[in-house]
């Protein structure tokens, strides 16, 4: 059975949680992860560590003080027009996938999250399944400029 943690600006993790989080996602992202220093910005701002941010959460799976999933969302500060919140990062590790702890994360984020989500997902990721059954829908197709 897994226990699930929750931290956000009012119950931030410690450094070394902090540091385990990140590397968590660094190794269990995988092809779909960012660099280790783009995650760290997420959790930064989930945690409203880099100055005024809108915040967010920081949710963990861990089986045996082992960690086995993390979930980072974001608050955009722009309700009504954008969703209030984006799920920026989800793993699970890979010896425990097929287990359900996504879904838990994901229930837990929906659950604790002020409004509306948006999420960004790669077709070819198998999460998408899980997403859709949690209800989230193919709004539109995003594109973007790389400066």
């Given at each position: 059975?897994?226990s699930?943690?929750?931290?956000?600006?009012?119950?931030?993790?410690?450094?070394?949680?902090?540091?385990?989080?990140a590397?968590?996602?660094?190794?269990?992202?995988?092809?779909?992860?960012?660099?280790?220093?783009?995650?760290?910005?997420?959790?930064?701002?989930?945690?409203?560590?880099?100055?005024?941010?809108?915040g967010?959460?920081?949710?963990?799976?861990?089986?045996?003080?082992?960690?086995?999933?993390?979930a980072?969302?974001?608050?955009t500060?722009?309700h009504?027009?954008?969703p209030?919140?984006?799920?920026?990062?989800?793993?699970?590790?890979r010896?425990?996938?097929g287990?359900?702890?996504?879904?838990?994360?994901?229930?837990k984020?929906?659950?604790?999250?002020?409004?509306d989500?948006?999420?960004?997902?790669?077709?070819?990721?198998?999460?998408?399944?899980?997403?859709?059954?949690?209800?989230?829908?193919?709004?539109?197709?995003?594109?973007?400029?790389?400066?």
């Open positions: 059975m897994s699930i943690r929750t931290y956000s600006h009012f119950a931030p993790p410690t450094k070394e949680q902090m540091d385990e989080v590397s968590f996602l660094f190794t269990h992202l995988g092809e779909f992860g960012d660099p280790l220093a783009d995650i760290q910005n997420a959790l930064n701002y989930a945690l409203c560590l880099n100055g005024r941010t809108p967010g959460l920081i949710i963990t799976s861990s089986n045996d003080s082992v960690l086995n999933g993390v980072v969302t974001n608050r500060g722009m009504g027009y954008i209030d919140n984006i799920l920026v990062y989800i793993a699970t590790h010896e425990y996938r287990q359900g702890i996504g879904r838990q994360l994901m229930i984020a929906i659950q604790l999250s002020e409004g989500m948006a999420l960004h997902v790669e077709p070819s990721n198998p999460a998408l399944r899980l997403y859709e059954s949690l209800g989230f829908i193919n709004k539109y197709l995003e594109m973007r400029l790389k400066k």
